[in-house]
């Protein structure tokens, strides 16, 4: 692959400026849309940048940025580009900080309701539905459901749990694609309900 066949064309590229007007001008100096296996990338042309900048008079793009050094990046920004665009990079990223949370499994659920309840705790004084409610919920397990494709079941030590998954996690499902999907079933264990409060009094 010769790469300089593929450069942008300075006298094309003012041309095209002149003719349309556009605020932004998206160049190829050696980029490539994703990552492409076995084709060895092409230092990015700094020269070819400089030339078309110093042409058209507008901040550059680089489309296809994935991959590039951070050198390179420099190089660029100083050259003219004022914008990249590096979707292959950050698609590897989320996939792999998504992958790393599902590879621990479904206890993942759990620590983040714990965490959630953390924020709110009772004992710091946050005395009120939300911090009362989520302390209600002692587990969540997810399995696959008998009549629909996923059971949530969530076990409360207070009934006041419910308004953590009614007036929460229902408004998230209801009216959603997956709403036929999910069933939720939340009860409260054991034979008494274990106080939260003594008491509540309004702020004077």
Same mark, same amino acid.
């Given at each position: 692959?010769?790469?300089?066949?593929? =450069?942008?064309?300075?006298?094309?590229?003012?041309?095209?400026?002149?003719?349309?007007?556009?605020? =932004?001008?998206?160049?190829?100096?050696? &980029?490539?849309?994703?990552? +492409?296996?076995?084709?060895?990338?092409?230092?990015?042309?700094?020269?070819?940048?400089?030339?078309?900048?110093?042409?058209?008079?507008?901040?550059?793009?680089?489309?296809?940025?994935?991959?590039?050094?951070?050198?390179?990046?420099?190089?660029?920004?100083?050259?003219?580009?004022?914008?990249?665009?590096?979707?292959?990079?950050?698609?590897?990223?989320?996939?792999?900080?998504?992958?790393?949370?599902?590879?621990?499994?479904?206890?993942?659920?759990?620590?983040?309701?714990?965490?959630?309840?953390?924020?709110?705790?009772?004992?710091?004084?946050?005395?009120?539905?939300?911090? +009362?409610?989520?302390?209600?919920?002692?587990?969540?397990?997810?399995?696959?459901?008998?009549?629909?494709?996923?059971?949530?079941? &969530?076990?409360?030590?207070?009934?006041?749990?419910?308004?953590?998954?009614?007036?929460?996690?229902?408004?998230? +499902?209801?009216?959603?694609?997956?709403?036929?999907? +999910?069933?939720?079933?939340?009860?409260?264990?054991?034979?008494?309900?274990?106080?939260?409060?003594?008491?509540?009094?309004?702020?004077?």
């Amino acid at each position: 692959m010769h790469w300089p066949d593929y =450069y942008t064309d300075v006298g094309e590229a003012k041309r095209f400026v002149e003719e349309t007007g556009v605020d =932004y001008l998206a160049i190829s100096v050696g &980029i490539v849309h994703g990552v +492409i296996p076995g084709l060895k990338p092409e230092p990015l042309a700094i020269e070819r940048t400089l030339e078309i900048r110093d042409a058209v008079g507008i901040p550059l793009v680089l489309h296809g940025a994935s991959g590039i050094p951070e050198n390179e990046v420099l190089a660029a920004c100083a050259a003219g580009v004022h914008k990249f665009n590096a979707d292959t990079d950050l698609r590897h990223a989320f996939r792999a900080g998504i992958e790393a949370v599902w590879a621990k499994g479904d206890y993942q659920l759990e620590g983040a309701m714990a965490e959630g309840r953390t924020r709110i705790p009772i004992e710091s004084g946050q005395e009120g539905i939300h911090s +009362i409610s989520a302390a209600a919920i002692d587990q969540v397990n997810i399995s696959a459901g008998e009549k629909r494709a996923v059971r949530i079941e &969530i076990e409360l030590n207070n009934s006041a749990g419910i308004f953590q998954v009614d007036d929460l996690l229902a408004t998230k +499902i209801r009216d959603t694609p997956i709403a036929d999907d +999910i069933e939720v079933v939340a009860e409260v264990s054991g034979e008494s309900e274990k106080r939260l409060l003594t008491g509540f009094r309004l702020p004077g």
